[in-house]
């Protein structure tokens, strides 16, 4: 089955900055990428996704890149704030399945 | 508009149990997933139904994890017997369709094994 690498697992940014998180997956037939953020004690949220016809999209701070030869995809979020601490999951889906990455905790510090 | 709704939000049992979670999807959507999701391995698919039926049974999960789908509306995650290691937060989420579409998490259970 697919298989998802998500790195880092850790990740601590200044306020302001950018941080960036990136996925890795096997499958080529995989066609769809969320992105989910999970604030503690709240269920995942998606926040951000591509599809397989597009190499970048943006919503406001957040960018998702994707390259389909490389079988890799990133989320960065720019000007990070506060808000943006959370645990983010990437996601591989095809043929229906979907395959998370372990997560990433973002810690943003003021 | 209700989202996905899991009971109970917590749930302690001795090992050697039988716990029971119960997921409600949202209204219309046709497949239903059950996660388990720990620090270590992260979101790990349990089950996965399509119109209510299993589509995935993610094997490593088979022999202790049953789970079912009633009706289009209700689904239920047996744990027999339960274990320690079981101790994790149980997920449930829905779509219209598959992995391609935005899935909706409940708030999940969160099951401690003694």
């Known amino acids: 089955g697919e298989q998802v690498e998500q790195l880092p697992s850790i990740l601590r940014v200044q306020e302001g900055s950018s941080a960036s998180i990136n996925c890795s997956y096997e499958?080529?037939?995989?066609?769809?990428f969320p992105w989910y953020k999970q604030e503690p004690g709240e269920n995942p949220k998606l926040i951000i996704d591509?599809?397989?016809?597009?190499e970048r999209k943006q919503i406001q701070e957040l960018i998702v890149l994707l390259d389909k030869k490389a079988k890799r995809f990133s989320l960065h979020i720019t000007d990070t704030q506060p808000g943006d601490s959370a645990m983010y999951f990437c996601?591989?889906?095809?043929?229906?399945?979907?395959?998370f990455g372990a997560g990433t905790k973002l810690t943003i510090k003021p | 508009d209700a989202g996905v709704t899991q009971t109970p939000r917590h749930e302690v049992a001795e090992k050697g149990q039988t716990i029971i979670l119960k997921c409600e999807p949202v209204s219309g959507h046709n497949d239903l997933f059950w996660y388990r999701q720990t620090k270590i391995q992260g979101l790990e698919l349990l089950s996965y139904?399509?119109?209510?039926?299993?589509?995935?049974d993610g094997g490593a999960f088979k022999d202790r994890f049953k789970a079912e789908m009633l009706n289009s509306s209700f689904s239920t995650l047996k744990i027999q017997p339960t274990e320690p290691k079981d101790s994790a937060v149980y997920l449930c989420?829905?779509?219209?369709?598959?992995?391609?579409?935005?899935?909706?998490f409940g708030p999940g259970t969160r099951l401690t094994v003694l």
């Open positions: 499958d080529s037939a995989s066609n769809y």
């Open positions: 989420a829905s779509s219209l369709r598959g992995g391609s579409y935005e899935q909706y």
């Open positions: 591509i599809r397989s016809n597009m």
């Open positions: 996601a591989a889906s095809g043929n229906e399945k979907i395959t």
């Open positions: 139904f399509r119109s209510k039926s299993l589509m995935e």
